[in-house]
Nanobody
Framework: VQLQASGGGSAQAGESLRLSCAAS????????EAWYRQGPGERRALVAR???????YYTRSARGRFTISRDTRRNEVYLQMNDLKPEDTATYFC??????????WGQGTQVTVSS
C-alpha cells in the first residue's frame, strides 16, 4: 500500500486547509484510515480516525474543528481543518490499517499556521 498525502501549506489562524491522502489500494477493504501529526520536538500523535463502518474518532484538539472523511471510489481520505490555530503547526501523516491491521504511512505534508 502506498499513500500520497497532499494539501498542506501555510495558513493564518482561523483559516482552513484540506488535506488529502491518495491510497494505491482499495480503502473499502481497510480496517481504518487516520491522520496523525508530529510537531517540532514532539512525538507523532493521532488526530482523527475513521473506521470501516464510517465511525469517526477525534482527539480533543481536533474535535469540533477537523473532519475526517473518505471517498471509497477515489480511494482517498481527507482531513478538513477549520479554525486553524498556531498549535496545529505540524507535519501531518495519513495512515491506514489493512484488514489484518498492518499499518501503512504516507510521507507527510507540512502545515504551518501563523498567528
Amino acid at each position: 500500500v502506498q499513500l500520497q498525502a497532499s494539501g498542506g501549506g501555510s495558513a493564518q489562524a482561523g483559516e482552513s486547509l484540506r488535506l488529502s491522502c491518495a491510497a494505491s489500494g482499495r480503502i473499502s477493504t481497510y480496517s481504518s484510515e487516520a491522520w496523525y501529526r508530529q510537531g517540532p520536538g514532539e512525538r507523532r500523535a493521532l488526530v482523527a480516525r475513521i473506521g470501516s463502518d464510517g465511525s469517526t474518532y477525534y482527539t480533543r484538539s481536533a474535535r469540533g474543528r477537523f473532519t475526517i472523511s473518505r471517498d471509497t471510489r477515489r480511494n482517498e481520505v481527507y482531513l478538513q481543518m477549520n479554525d486553524l490555530k498556531p498549535e496545529d503547526t505540524a507535519t501531518y501523516f495519513c495512515n491506514v490499517e489493512t484488514s489484518d491491521l498492518t499499518p501503512f504511512w504516507g510521507q507527510g505534508t507540512q502545515v504551518t499556521v501563523s498567528s
